[in-house]
């Protein structure tokens, strides 16, 4: 697991320390003396993890992380804040500032290593969900993300599963007017009431006398429906390999008992922020995606998708050496079958194309309506020889297969013209690869139709 993480300390010694220890597990790191470094670096640097400590003069780290869970372009890096006090309170406070975690000093090495590496897995969760928003920016994704969807005014429903009544008992009165807590003493129903009800936690009890409580959570993490649900493992003294055992298989924090309430209903508040972040932003992000860059006709991307991502593309494929290719087809004399058979014929021979299209690409190709008639492949790792070859098919389908349109099914003829362009070594441009594809187009196109062409440069 690599991870960029940042350490803000004032005292040099303490810096050091904590960056041997997690350059040993081959962490990036970065480093900061004061707040203001600090904040600086995560608005203008990638940071997967801040490392904060509390007592630092001019700025301290519970200003210092309100500033950054504050600010939309920094509020989904992880904080984990570091200090000498060792005060509940003072855990409390830490958290309720927006940090995600929270250690005292000295730091132990068990603590300080399972704390990160589990917000680096929730950080590589938020990621991936900006990510998939940020190729589409023009259509208003800045803003979307931009909110901060977290809202704390509802109560979290939350499922505790524990064999032992005395604990059950603590935990419900702690939870009190805090969260809808269900509990359930077998293990085995637990697992079924978490995948049948839509919980905001799991909390599972490590004290169970003929059950693993580590091979719930991870059934847990196997299904999709529970795959995303925050889990505390509620662990005994002494069960240190255990709980490291617990977060490599995808435990989301723990607590030690003897539990306390401030520092439970804290971390419990903490989960529930981040996955209610995670639903809206992924739910948000489907849904305008879906909306603004998907052709309403035919279900592939549209032109607008396809301006914004192949740039991303083409990018990654220069700075990787790996092959990238294109083709644009046309379908022949299309405006002959619109006049023919209507708009409403026209428009079924352009979702059966589509159809073909997509089941003779790769779920990583990048298939778009370009307009009209006009569709583009995109094709990541491919040479021009393969996506020669896979142009080449994709046109005798279409041409071996009538189309039937309305509603007796008549089946009309249809044929396709394919040009093929590949990225050039040395220099080249996203305009360049596509006008070679169209120039390629347009001679398939003048020398007969129903043909592939291929431009190698």
């Known amino acids: 697991m690599t991870a960029r993480i940042l350490v803000v300390d004032d005292i040099p010694a303490n810096v050091r320390l904590l960056e041997v220890r997690l350059l040993a597990e081959y962490f990036e790191v970065l480093t900061?003396?004061?707040?203001?470094?600090?904040?600086?670096?995560?608005?203008?640097?990638?940071?997967?993890?801040?490392?904060?400590?509390?007592?630092?003069?001019?700025?301290?780290?519970?200003?210092?992380?309100?500033?950054?869970?504050?600010?939309?372009?920094t509020s989904h890096i992880p904080v984990v804040m570091i200090t000498a006090l060792d005060q509940v309170s003072d855990r409390v406070r830490g958290?309720?500032?927006?940090?995600?975690?929270?250690?005292?000093?000295?730091?132990?090495?068990?603590?300080?290593?399972?704390?990160?590496?589990?917000?680096?897995?929730?950080?590589?969760?938020?990621?991936?969900?900006?990510?998939?928003?940020?190729?589409?920016?023009?259509?208003?994704?800045?803003?979307?993300?931009?909110?901060?969807?977290?809202?704390?005014?509802t109560t979290p429903k939350v499922l505790l599963i524990d064999e032992r009544k005395s604990s059950v008992e603590r935990i419900q009165k702690m939870l009190r007017d805090r969260?809808?807590?269900?509990?359930?003493?077998?293990?085995?129903?637990?697992?079924?009431?978490?995948?049948?009800?839509?919980?905001?936690?799991?909390?599972?009890?490590?004290?169970?006398?003929?059950?693993?409580?580590?091979?719930?959570?991870?059934?847990?993490?196997?299904?999709?429906?529970?795959?995303?649900?925050?889990?505390?493992?509620?662990?005994?003294?002494?069960?240190?390999?255990?709980?490291?055992?617990?977060?490599?298989?995808?435990?989301?924090?723990?607590?030690?008992?003897?539990?306390?309430?401030?520092?439970?209903?804290?971390?419990?508040?903490?989960?529930?922020?981040?996955?209610?972040?995670?639903?809206?932003?992924?739910?948000s992000v489907t849904q305008t995606i879906e909306m603004a860059v998907t052709d309403g006709l035919t279900g592939l991307h549209n032109r607008r998708y396809l301006d914004s991502h192949l740039q991303t593309l083409f990018d990654r494929a220069v700075a990787r050496r790996r092959p990238l290719s294109v083709m644009i087809t046309d379908l022949d004399r299309f405006k002959a079958i619109n006049d023919a058979h209507g708009h409403d014929g026209g428009d079924e021979v352009l979702r059966e194309f589509a159809r073909r299209l997509r089941k003779n690409v790769r779920g990583i190709d990048l298939a778009c309506r370009f307009g009209g008639e006009e569709f583009v492949v995109v094709m990541p790792d491919t040479e021009g020889a393969v996506a020669e070859k896979v142009a080449e098919r994709i046109r005798a389908e279409i041409a071996q297969a009538a189309f039937a349109i309305g509603q007796d099914g008549k089946a009309i003829e249809v044929t396709v013209s394919v040009g093929v362009s590949s990225v050039l070594k040395g220099v080249d441009t996203v305009a360049a690869l596509m006008k070679r594809a169209d120039l390629a187009l347009y001679e398939a196109k003048s020398g007969g139709r129903n043909r592939v062409v291929a431009k190698a440069a």
């Open 95 to 153: 958290l309720e500032a927006g940090a995600d975690d929270f250690l005292t000093k000295p730091v132990n090495d068990l603590q300080l290593m399972t704390r990160v590496k589990s917000l680096v897995r929730l950080k590589s969760l938020t990621d991936e969900l900006r990510l998939r928003a940020s190729t589409t920016h023009n259509i208003g994704i800045e803003e979307l993300l931009s909110r901060n969807f977290a809202s704390e005014d």
């Open 179 to 283: 969260a809808d807590l269900d509990v359930t003493h077998d293990p085995h129903a637990g697992f079924f009431q978490a995948a049948e009800t839509s919980y905001e936690c799991v909390m599972i009890s490590t004290a169970f006398a003929d059950f693993d409580p580590l091979r719930l959570c991870s059934q847990l993490r196997s299904l999709d429906r529970t795959r995303f649900v925050p889990i505390i493992l509620l662990a005994e003294e002494g069960e240190e390999e255990r709980i490291i055992r617990g977060l490599e298989l995808g435990i989301n924090d723990y607590l030690m008992r003897p539990i306390d309430q401030q520092e439970l209903t804290a971390r419990l508040r903490t989960q529930v922020r981040r996955k209610r972040y995670n639903d809206q932003l992924r739910a």
């Open 32 to 73: 900061a003396t004061n707040g203001p470094d600090a904040i600086e670096t995560c608005e203008n640097g990638k940071v997967d993890v801040v490392l904060l400590d509390v007592m630092m003069p001019d700025m301290d780290g519970f200003e210092v992380c309100r500033r950054l869970k504050s600010d939309p372009a």
